[in-house]
């Protein structure tokens, strides 16, 4: 398996200073978050785009998604969602990033069904821009859909191949989700793993990977006995929680916890 980190554990820095520490630290690939506050977002012109794909080129670093924000079952118009969406996909393709990362968002005094069917809608038809941009739109478990079983109902109904999923192990674990059970239900979609750790349910303010209380272990353990060899992604919330020691004094520890684990699974 890949290892990266995600930019939320590093805001303020430029896109060089985070390839510093992605090839210092001995990480393979970097997670984007796109947003206005960051270096990297879809406001990039022509010339800092090429800019940017040249730096991780040079650096012998993957960009491996760009985070976005898009709520693909939030309430209101297709258009608006969809257009962010395509300006994500744009991004990626620009940059040489294999994934865009969107998020579900319904709205909790919708129906269910409802819900999902307007996400399957907007995906499917993202699905289209994506295979033609050669990028892959992956659906974070996270917020109004935090298991397997939440996101294979969207997912399920698309049935694309350029529609997959992000596992987050903190929002499946707070769904009340085993490992085994989000696993079976995201490996045929599956794009990558983000791997964090937390003191609680109550205290979810990042700590250095194996000091909290996520199954770390079993998740690895369940990723490499089934033969998946994909990507395991940090993201270590540093935006969120000023307090949080910062991830550069981390990072080391982070990838040895990482590498002793998959030798253990294996």
Do not use: N
Not at 27 to 38: D, F, I, K, Q, S
Not at 144 to 168: F, K, M
């Amino acid at each position: 398996m890949k290892l990266a980190f995600s930019t939320l554990g590093v805001p303020g820095l430029s896109v060089p200073e985070v390839l510093a520490l992605a090839t210092a630290h001995g990480y393979h690939g970097v997670e984007l978050r796109a947003h206005p506050e960051e270096p990297v977002h879809p406001g990039l012109g022509p010339a800092e785009r090429a800019e940017t794909a040249a730096l991780f080129r040079g650096a012998g670093v993957e960009a491996l998604c760009l985070a976005g924000y898009a709520r693909v079952a939030a309430p209101g118009e297709d258009a608006p969602v969809l257009a962010e969406i395509r300006d994500l996909l744009r991004l990626a393709h620009d940059l040489g990033a294999p994934f865009v990362r969107v998020f579900p968002g319904a709205d909790p005094d919708r129906p269910r069904e409802e819900s999902d069917a307007i996400a399957a809608r907007r995906l499917g038809t993202a699905a289209e821009d994506a295979a033609a941009l050669g990028v892959r739109v992956l659906l974070e478990t996270h917020d109004s859909h935090p298991t397997g079983a939440d996101t294979i109902r969207i997912l399920g109904p698309v049935g694309h191949r350029q529609v997959g999923a992000v596992w987050d192990v903190m929002h499946t674990w707070l769904g009340g989700e085993q490992p085994l059970d989000s696993y079976a239900a995201l490996a045929p979609h599956l794009g990558y793993v983000q791997v964090k750790d937390i003191a609680s349910a109550e205290d979810t303010a990042p700590l250095p990977l194996g000091a909290g209380v996520l199954p770390l272990g079993e998740c690895v353990d369940v990723l490499a006995r089934r033969g998946w060899d994909g990507w395991l992604c940090w993201e270590y919330e540093k935006r969120w929680h000023e307090a949080a020691p910062p991830l550069a004094e981390l990072l080391d520890g982070g990838r040895e916890h990482l590498l002793r684990t998959l030798d253990e699974a294996a």
